[in-house]
């Protein structure tokens, strides 16, 4: 593998979709997507996430991967944090939506008028196993509402964008991915790279 080839480690197929389409360029093929001098290519591995803040997950997440794959890894940490509880579950929201389900997170608000979530996505690039980790992250701001669309991904059918009267699962993929969490995320990491 050349020495500009970045790995981009995630178990999880849809957020691997959005990457792709996102940086997705007249010279991508096959799954693979250049930005700058680098080539991102992928490898489907399920990283242990330790607790803590959303910095602290994604750099754990990075030093593990790079330590596995011996070489430039990128890993992203996805959070969806409501304003009613200071931005929890944040980290933890998919042990949330695996336990208490979409339904259960709109409960969790209803003693709340204000129904306001923050869109989190947090990339960690790491050159190699002795490496420090960047982090680049995205926000989209918005609120929490009954579930409305596919629920294929996520909590993406209960998370309303502000300035929008759809659901991120309503939107189409094209306007979800100039706008999201996902989208910004990979604005400063696009930014970085091609800086290099
Ligand atoms: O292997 P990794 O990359 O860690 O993939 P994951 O599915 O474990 O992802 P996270 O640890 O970042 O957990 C984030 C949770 O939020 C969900 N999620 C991530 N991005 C999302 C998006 O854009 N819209 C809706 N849900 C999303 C995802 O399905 C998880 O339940
Ligand atoms: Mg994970």
Aim: some cysteine.
């Amino acid at each position: 593998m050349s020495e500009n080839t970045i790995t981009f480690v995630t178990g999880n197929a849809n957020k691997l979709k959005e990457v792709i389409a996102i940086l997705s360029t007249s010279e991508s093929q096959n799954g693979t997507s250049k930005v700058g001098k680098y080539s991102i290519t992928n490898k489907s591995l399920d990283l242990d996430e330790v607790q803590g803040t959303i910095e602290e997950v994604t750099i754990n997440k990075a030093k593990a991967a790079a330590k596995i794959l011996d070489g430039p890894v990128l890993v992203e940490d996805t959070c969806l944090g409501f304003e009613a509880f200071n931005n929890l579950p944040g980290p933890y929201i998919k042990w949330f939506v695996k336990s208490i389900g979409l339904s259960g997170l709109v409960d969790m608000l209803y003693k709340f008028e204000n129904k306001g979530a923050n869109a989190i996505c947090t990339f960690g690039y790491c050159e190699g196993p002795d490496a420090e980790v960047k982090l680049f992250q995205g926000i989209t701001k918005g609120n929490i509402v009954d579930s409305r669309g596919p629920t294929d991904f996520g909590w993406d059918s209960v998370f309303e964008p502000e300035g929008f009267d759809q659901t991120y699962a309503e939107m189409d993929k094209k306007t979800k991915n100039t706008i999201s969490h996902r989208f910004r995320a990979l604005d400063k990491l696009r930014d970085f790279l091609t800086s290099q």
